[in-house]
C-alpha cells in the first residue's frame, strides 16, 4: 500500500460493489453504502450514464464481471457463513481482517447487538473510514477498530490491544487481502490465528491461484489485473497451490470444511444469470475451522 493514503484496491472493491448493487437486476451481494464508500472519482465515474453503460456491457461483463463476481461473491459467502456461525454455533465475536471499505457495520451490526465486530486494516484505510462511516450514518456500539500493519507486526499484538476475548470462539473474515501479502505472511497470520482462538473458530479467507496454473481469458485478465494493481501500488504478491495451501493448514490444527473454486462458487451464486457474470478462475474461496 501507498504509505498515508486509504487502500486504493478497496476503493475500487467497493466500487464494484457499488456498480453492482446499482445496476444489477438480482444481486448476488447488496451493499447500499457502498456508492458512498469509494472515492470521488469513482463516484464520478458511475455516474456517467456512458460509463455505466460499457461498465455493464456483456463484452465487459463477461470479462471484468469476472472480477466484480469476485469481489461480491466472496462478501456473499462470507455473510452466509457468518449468518450460519450465529445462528447455529452461537459464536458472538466477528473479526474483519483487512476489513477495507466493507459497510458491514453500517448494514448489519445493530441487527446482531451481541455480536463483538473488530473491524483490522491498516491505519491509512481505516482512518478515512472511520470518517465515511461516521458521516454515513452512527457507528454501534459493538463496533471496534484495531490498525495493523501485517508486514511489521501480529495479529496477535493487535487484537491483543482490544477487547477481543481469546477464551471465546470468533469467526475472521479475511477477505481481498492474502493476494497482496507474500505468501509467508500469510501463512504466518494463519499460524498466528490459532495462538488467540479457542477451537471452533472459524476463517473465510479467499486466495489467489497462481496465475500460471490459468488459461485463456482466465490467464490474460489475471495478468492484467496484477498490471493494474502494480500501477495502484498494491502489486499481486500472494498465490497458492489448493493441495499446499490445505496441507500447510492442516498442519496448523484446522478443518478445511470447504474450498470452493471460481466453478463452484459460479455455480452456487451465479448460475443461469442475466448479465451472464460468472467468478473468475484465479481465486478461490476457503473456509477453515479450529480443531
Ligand atoms: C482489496 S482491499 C479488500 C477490502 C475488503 N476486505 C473487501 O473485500 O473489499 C485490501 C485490504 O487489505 C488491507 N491491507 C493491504 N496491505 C495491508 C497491510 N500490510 N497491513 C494491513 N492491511 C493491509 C488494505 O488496507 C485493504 O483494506
Do not use: C
Amino acid at each position: 500500500m501507498k504509505a498515508g493514503r486509504t487502500s486504493r484496491t478497496a476503493e475500487a472493491a467497493a466500487a464494484l460493489r457499488a456498480n453492482h448493487h446499482q445496476n444489477s437486476s438480482n444481486p448476488v451481494f447488496s451493499d447500499p453504502y457502498a456508492f458512498d464508500m469509494t472515492n470521488a472519482r469513482w463516484r464520478k465515474l458511475l455516474s456517467n450514464p456512458i460509463f455505466r453503460k460499457i461498465l455493464n456491457s456483456t463484452l465487459l461483463n463477461q470479462s471484468l464481471g469476472r472480477l466484480a463476481a469476485q469481489v461480491v461473491g466472496r462478501s456473499r459467502y462470507t455473510e452466509d457463513l457468518l449468518e450460519q456461525a450465529i445462528v447455529k454455533n452461537q459464536i458472538q465475536q466477528y473479526v474483519l481482517v483487512g476489513a477495507g471499505l466493507d459497510s458491514f457495520v453500517l448494514r448489519l451490526a445493530e441487527q446482531y447487538p451481541q455480536l463483538k465486530i473488530f473491524e483490522v486494516d491498516h491505519p491509512d484505510t481505516q482512518k478515512i473510514k472511520i470518517h465515511k462511516l461516521k458521516k454515513l450514518g452512527t457507528i454501534s456500539s459493538n463496533v471496534e477498530f484495531v490498525s495493523i500493519d501485517f508486514e511489521k507486526e501480529k495479529l496477535s499484538d493487535a487484537l491483543l490491544r482490544s477487547s477481543f476475548e481469546t477464551t471465546q470462539p470468533a469467526f475472521f473474515s479475511w477477505l481481498g487481502t492474502t493476494h497482496y501479502l507474500t505468501p509467508e505472511t500469510t501463512l504466518a497470520t494463519l499460524q498466528n490465528i490459532t495462538t488467540i482462538t479457542s477451537p471452533n473458530s472459524e476463517i473465510v479467507m479467499d486466495y489467489s491461484i497462481d496465475y500460471k496454473e490459468l488459461h485463456g481469458i482466465e490467464r490474460i485478465g489475471s495478468f492484467a489485473i496484477a498490471q493494474f494493481t502494480h500501477f495502484l501500488k498494491e502489486p499481486l504478491m500472494g498465490a497458492f497451490e489448493s493441495k499446499n495451501l490445505h496441507e500447510a493448514a492442516e498442519n496448523m490444527g484446522y478443518i478445511v470444511l470447504e474450498d470452493l473454486s471460481g466453478t463452484d462458487i459460479t455455480k452456487r451464486y451465479f448460475h443461469k444469470r442475466s448479465d451472464h457474470i460468472r467468478h473468475t478462475e484465479a481465486t478461490h474461496l476457503i473456509h477453515l475451522q479450529i480443531a
